[in-house]
């Protein structure tokens, strides 16, 4: 009974924290979208709000990870893609960000059944 206790309390702890950081990072983007479009574009690289998103996206699921909490494998993908498209723009490449976007989104689907726990039929 009381490792029950102990698992459910856990598992409050996390989920907490885990909101805690998930707004903590909303109010992070947020502030990064003023600031961004506070400073004129001659004064800020074109692709700096996403390189900034990118940072935020992964920092997010490096403190989950450290937490023991779940990792989010969508905002890891967007951070992914944020970052190559934030330094293709910078560096002056084009990116096929949708092509690139529906591809991750394709490939997390596959690879999230192909690793879901197996469902046994009674």
């Known amino acids: ?7 459910s309390d856990q598992s409050t702890r996390d989920n907490s924290l885990n909101k805690r950081l998930e707004e903590i990072g909303w109010g ?4 990064l979208i003023g ?12 692709g700096i709000w996403l390189l900034a998103a990118a940072l935020i996206l992964l920092g997010l699921n ?5 937490n023991g909490i779940k990792m989010s494998g969508f905002t890891i ?3 992914v893609l944020a970052l190559a498209a934030g330094l293709g723009s910078i560096f002056g490449m084009k990116l096929p960000l949708f ?9 997390s689907v596959i690879f999230k ?4 726990k197996k469902i046994t039929s009674r």
């Open 28 to 31: 992070l983007f947020l502030i």
């Open 62 to 66: 490096a403190f989950r990870y450290l």
């Open 1 to 7: 009974m009381e490792v029950n206790q102990n698992m």
């Open 35 to 46: 600031v961004i479009l506070l400073v004129p574009d001659v004064q800020a690289p074109q």
């Open 113 to 116: 059944q192909l690793f879901a």
């Open 99 to 107: 092509a690139i976007l529906l591809v991750l989104v394709g490939a």
């Open 77 to 79: 993908s967007l951070g």
